[in-house]
């Protein structure tokens, strides 16, 4: 009788989970070990906007289903519409148990298109906030969308407990209708990939024309007014002049032009290297002595954990999002957001103390061991998911 009765239940068709995202970087960067495990239990779906790739990228995840449905990243009216006109009918055909979006646009049209259809349970995750920089009317504006945005969830995800308190502060969450897994972080890092080594940081710095004796800056991310790069480029422009042994290596697409404006701060161009993008951030990491993130807004900072995994001591700003990355002192230093001297001070420090360095150094890779593994944070969201089915 028993037997009959697991057989029936083992005959039931799973649930289903349907991701919404804007761009299908989003899941390269941070979803695929989250859709591996919860595929284990559910049926997966993903929604993104494929108008530049092929969904055969994502051939080796084990998705029930992959929908192109052009989700505009940019403003644009009549675009939106027919998006959202899209989403509510496939949501409504397929009757989904669960409808989760992340990045803005994707949670402003799948949120509401998943509302309009009857989707019960719509869960949406906070990554950072793009109107802490704006000013005046538009700021206003970003900052109606996220209520929007809050407005459709039935739940709200935040990856760290300091953006969740500036939400909170800014009447854009409550304290009952949101929640942060773990310590924080979309997807966490991988331990395995991120280790510390002598010979590969020795084999990079070759290839770049590192010279050992050379103490190296680094920073990983998109070039922009927003992440800092003013600051870092003065900074680093000053610490130059009395140290002549100091490298600035550059990571990241330059979205916003930048590389003119740091080659016009710093003097001796030579001592920067301005690399591009890289798909290997875990080898390139391996070159710096000290990683620097003086952002102004950070959802949380991934890169900046992923720098500490590799036992860099990190500078970053004491921004709201990124004060989980970082235990000031014992990982890390901060420095005043926009400050060039708060952050000169903080890079000259670790400049002329090599034993400070080593003991930020590993005491960051204990921390992101013991709070930021990625199957630690997967299973968050595999537990957060089953509890919401």
């Given at each position: 009788?028993?037997?009959?009765?697991?057989?029936?239940?083992?005959?039931?068709?799973?649930?289903?989970?349907?991701?919404?995202v804007s761009s299908p970087k989003t899941?390269?960067?941070?979803?695929?070990?989250?859709?591996?495990?919860?595929?284990?239990?559910?049926?997966?779906?993903?929604?993104?906007?494929?108008?530049?790739?092929?969904?055969?990228?994502?051939?080796?995840?084990?998705?029930?289903?992959?929908?192109?449905?052009?989700?505009?990243?940019?403003?644009?009216?009549?675009?939106?519409?027919?998006?959202?006109?899209?989403?509510?009918?496939?949501?409504?055909?397929?009757?989904?148990?669960?409808?989760?979006?992340?990045?803005?646009?994707?949670?402003?049209?799948?949120?509401?298109?998943?509302?309009?259809?009857?989707?019960?349970?719509?869960?949406?995750?906070?990554?950072?906030?793009?109107?802490?920089?704006?000013?005046?009317?538009?700021?206003?504006?970003?900052?109606?969308?996220?209520?929007?945005?809050?407005?459709?969830?039935?739940?709200?995800?935040?990856?760290?407990?300091?953006?969740?308190?500036?939400?909170?502060?800014?009447?854009?969450?409550?304290?009952?209708?949101?929640?942060?897994?773990?310590?924080?972080?979309?997807?966490?890092?991988?331990?395995?990939?991120?280790?510390?080594?002598?010979?590969?940081?020795?084999?990079?710095?070759?290839?770049?024309?590192?010279?050992?004796?050379?103490?190296?800056?680094?920073?990983?991310?998109?070039?922009?007014?927003?992440?800092?790069?003013?600051?870092?480029?003065?900074?680093?422009?000053?610490?130059?002049?009395?140290?002549?042994?100091?490298?600035?290596?550059?990571?990241?697409?330059?979205?916003?032009?930048?590389?003119?404006?740091?080659?016009?701060?710093?003097?001796?161009?030579?001592?920067?290297?301005?690399?591009?993008?890289?798909?290997?951030?875990?080898?390139?990491l391996q070159a710096c002595d000290i990683?620097?993130?003086?952002?102004?807004?950070?959802?949380?900072?991934?890169?900046?954990?992923?720098?500490?995994?590799?036992?860099?001591?990190?500078?970053?700003?004491?921004?709201?999002?990124?004060?989980?990355?970082?235990?000031?002192?014992?990982?890390?230093?901060?420095?005043?957001?926009?400050?060039?001297?708060?952050?000169?001070?903080?890079?000259?420090?670790?400049?002329?103390?090599?034993?400070?360095?080593?003991?930020?150094?590993?005491?960051?890779?204990?921390?992101?061991?013991?709070?930021?593994?990625?199957?630690?944070?997967?299973?968050?969201?595999?537990?957060?998911?089953?509890?919401?089915?």
């Amino acid at each position: 009788m028993n037997n009959a009765k697991n057989e029936k239940v083992n005959l039931l068709p799973k649930k289903k989970i349907c991701f919404v995202v804007s761009s299908p970087k989003t899941v390269r960067a941070f979803l695929q070990n989250h859709i591996r495990a919860l595929a284990i239990y559910y049926d997966v779906y993903l929604v993104a906007n494929f108008e530049n790739e092929s969904p055969s990228i994502f051939n080796s995840l084990p998705l029930k289903e992959i929908k192109d449905i052009p989700i505009p990243r940019e403003i644009n009216l009549l675009n939106d519409v027919k998006a959202l006109i899209s989403l509510r009918s496939y949501f409504k055909e397929m009757k989904f148990d669960i409808v989760h979006t992340v990045t803005p646009k994707a949670g402003l049209l799948g949120g509401f298109a998943s509302r309009l259809a009857g989707i019960k349970k719509r869960i949406h995750i906070f990554t950072g906030q793009v109107w802490h920089t704006k000013t005046g009317l538009f700021k206003r504006m970003l900052m109606l969308l996220d209520r929007f945005i809050v407005w459709n969830a039935t739940d709200i995800l935040v990856d760290g407990e300091s953006q969740r308190q500036f939400l909170i502060k800014n009447s854009i969450v409550k304290d009952a209708n949101s929640f942060v897994l773990g310590k924080g972080s979309i997807s966490g890092v991988d331990t395995n990939r991120f280790v510390p080594n002598e010979s590969v940081k020795s084999e990079v710095r070759d290839e770049l024309g590192i010279q050992e004796s050379e103490v190296v800056f680094m920073f990983l991310g998109r070039m922009n007014l927003d992440k800092g790069i003013n600051e870092l480029a003065d900074s680093f422009n000053r610490l130059q002049k009395k140290h002549l042994n100091v490298r600035l290596l550059i990571v990241g697409r330059d979205e916003g032009n930048m590389i003119p404006v740091v080659k016009k701060k710093v003097e001796n161009n030579d001592s920067i290297i301005f690399y591009g993008e890289t798909p290997t951030p875990e080898r390139l990491l391996q070159a710096c002595d000290i990683f620097c993130l003086p952002s102004y807004r950070e959802g949380f900072g991934t890169s900046v954990i992923e720098a500490s995994l590799l036992e860099k001591p990190v500078i970053c700003s004491d921004t709201y999002g990124l004060m989980e990355t970082i235990i000031d002192n014992v990982t890390g230093l901060r420095h005043k957001v926009s400050s060039v001297e708060s952050l000169f001070l903080q890079m000259e420090t670790l400049v002329n103390n090599l034993k400070l360095r080593e003991k930020l150094g590993k005491g960051g890779r204990k921390y992101v061991i013991d709070n930021f593994s990625s199957e630690m944070i997967t299973q968050k969201w595999l537990e957060f998911h089953k509890k919401n089915l």
